[in-house]
DNA sequence: AATTATTTTTAGACTAGCCTAAAAATTGAT
DNA sequence: ATCAATTTTTAGGCTAGTCTAAAAATAATT
């Protein structure tokens, strides 16, 4: 049996660690899970214990196997609940995150999986990221933040870096959402920002912050 | 904040004292909780310090109107949960109950209304127990066990007492589901059993207790 | 290399929720 | 009314998970 608390801990070293491949830090949990880094060494124990992580004192922790399906899992889990919430009963892609940290914890293999048919096996949740499948394999994408690109290429809108609702609310009121088509016109060389045509018509400047919060896929 | 062993708790004393308006013994709450008198106690302190019971020692609790409030929503978000579960992933009613105990916990009133919306704001579960709507008001219904059908008389079959999966899926294999039409042939005095045509065609035997587990409105 | 700064772990304490065993209160039976 | 049976509460203890403050280990600087 894993507690709901041992299943974000472990989704926040897979989050933190799967990345680079590199071991997750005592602080660096900490931070992710907004707790302090005595709570997390106490967690971390439990987990090697439970033989989740492997842990060496001061050294930081990286996943078993066991550890990251039990990760996968729960990723999978919200991810299409975020799908259904927004697809089925129509909440903005601002919301759905926090209902499905709690959805995330409903235990039922035949509910995923039911769950993943009713919504037609979605690859990627409202806010562009991958759902692994119920075999725990993840469908990668090209993408590149909006930064990136030069003046003149073209992409097509995929996901976000930063998924707050601040920056979410902002987007939309943008009218820029995941598929819409952007075109790079100019960089501003005094502060990064950039000029930027959006659906093939609107014109907008984006702050480089927006540019480097907003993942596209180049045409 | 309530939490959910707080929830269970409260939902446990509306099943008990809400049947009759008399207050629910501490035995009674460990017997639905299937834990001790002990464990019991202990949390009805912690209730009544919140003030969502009434308590008065070795004397039985009552809700309080927030405690009501409590209870009546957990009982609304589990029976549409179960609506979901059935109608849109296809489970069976025998299936859905231990996975709406878990999502019954999960906490947002804009969740719960756009899910009633969804549904279609049903009145009944499907076990045909009714779901208060978001005002907490009950559509109850006439409804009698199908042991007191006289012979000759019908009735449609509108609830279940016994919400166990050997009961239902009994009553499955049978052809007995909610809305089938049923008609008292004879009573058989030797051990109260029935014998009884099904949705105009099929007679069946039926044993005394599912005769007392069954609900029919007669038409 | 020695010292300082930072990170991590340990020590000790707290709450929620559960348990068993014993004591107290209530109910039922003579 | 008294005694016995039953129910309920209390007492004490356990685990999971959290916290603060202090100690220990590691990393960075001089
Ligand atoms: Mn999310
Ligand atoms: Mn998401
Ligand atoms: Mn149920
Ligand atoms: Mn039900």
Known sequence: ??????????KAVFAISEKEGKSATTNAIAATMQTTAASV????????????IAYEK?????????????????????????VFLLEKLGFAWDEVHELAEQLEHVQGD?????????????KYDPHGDPIPDAQGRWTLRQQVPLVTLQPGE???V???QDHSSAFLQYLDQLG??????????????????????????????????????????TN
Not at 1 to 10: C, F, H, I
Not at 41 to 52: C, G, I, Q, S, Y
Request: aromatic share 6%; charged share 30%.
């Open 110 to 122: 035949a509910l995923v999986d039911r769950l993943d048919a009713y919504l037609g096996y979605p």
């Open 176 to 217: 820029l959402g995941l598929g819409v088509e952007v075109e790079m016109l100019e960089r501003i060389p005094y502060d990064q920002s950039a000029r930027v045509r959006a659906a093939g018509k609107t014109e907008l400047m984006l702050s480089e912050k927006v540019c480097q919060n907003l993942f596209v896929k």
């Open 154 to 156: 073209r992409g097509t």
């Open 158 to 160: 995929t996901g976000v």
């Open 41 to 52: 060494t106490d967690m971390l124990k439990r987990l090697a214990d439970k033989n989740l």
């Open 1 to 10: 049996m894993v507690s709901q608390a041992e299943e974000n801990y472990l």
């Open 58 to 82: 001061y050294r930081g922790v990286l996943l078993t196997p066991d550890g990251r399906r039990i990760a996968t899992e729960l990723i999978r889990k919200h991810r299409l609940w975020e």
